[in-house]
């Protein structure tokens, strides 16, 4: 049974332990005090992404700046399964739906990958930023998803560790269905999705990704879905035979 979970919770980056004082922030002041209504004497839960969580008091609480003090350990600080999703960036509200889906989902890392056939190559890294970090209060995570810089098909290949199975979402059809391949990785195995921009893996592509040995494509079945789409129904099948679900 999960406690305390009607108290809101709040990503915060400094360190936590008991009795700290910590200074809220314009952004922070006005979450807490114009949104949430709280006052003076209420508690809020906080986590850094590192410390757990902790129930914390606020003890001053104006229009652009308050103070909590960290008063006790709710959780102690515990870590996401190892699934890295690397996507192709599509449009803008649609990378969102990716980064809050996939932090909602149990990604521990996304890292954008420039294909041949990437339309959309500049990401506002900033704002996905603020965007996992929402989902991850939403979604009572403690971890925040990291956000690796965006690099070339060819780069993220490159420097792959070969211990970590990059499964390739492969949309001509000829790939084993998912579920019959993630269904024989033994637990714990390091993993990686991949998936296309919405103009797909090109041939030449499809083959240097076939040609690497730590590569596993899968066919996601007969429809071709939307590069969100096939992202979430990929973590979703990952979960199932190799995540904490
Ligand atoms: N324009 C392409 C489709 C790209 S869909 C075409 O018509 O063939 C975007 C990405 O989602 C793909 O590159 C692939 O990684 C993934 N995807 C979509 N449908 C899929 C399926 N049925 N099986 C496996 N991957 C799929």
Request: aromatic share 6%; hydrophobic share 40%.
């Amino acid at each position: 049974m999960r406690e305390n979970y009607t108290l809101p919770r709040l990503h915060l980056d400094a360190p936590l332990k008991d009795g700290a004082n910590i200074a809220l922030d314009k952004a922070q002041a006005h979450y807490i005090g114009t949104v949430l209504r709280r006052e003076v004497g209420e508690s809020v839960r906080v986590f850094n992404g590192r410390d757990g969580e902790w129930r914390a008091q606020i003890t001053k609480i104006e229009k652009k700046r308050g103070a909590l003090k960290v008063t006790e350990q709710l959780r102690a600080q515990q870590t996401s399964p190892d699934i890295w999703l690397c996507f192709a960036p599509v449009r803008k509200h649609r990378n969102a739906f990716i980064f809050e889906k996939g932090t909602e989902l149990g990604v521990a890392c996304f890292q954008p990958v420039l294909t041949a056939r990437t339309q959309f190559p500049k990401m506002r890294m900033d704002k996905d930023k603020a965007q996992i970090i929402e989902a991850a209060e939403q979604t009572e995570r403690l971890d925040i998803p990291t956000v690796r810089a965006g690099m070339t098909l060819t780069e993220l290949l490159s420097g792959w560790d070969k211990n970590r199975l990059l499964i390739f979402a492969d949309e001509a059809g000829d790939a084993p269905r998912a579920r019959e391949v993630l269904s024989t990785f033994s637990p714990n195995t390091p993993c990686a999705i991949l998936i296309g921009p919405e103009g797909g893996f090109t041939p030449e592509e499809r083959e240097t990704l076939r040609r690497k040995e730590c590569v596993r494509p899968v066919s996601l079945g007969p429809r071709i879905l939307r590069a969100d789409t096939a992202a979430l129904s990929l973590l979703t099948i990952w979960q199932t035979y190799l995540g904490d679900w």
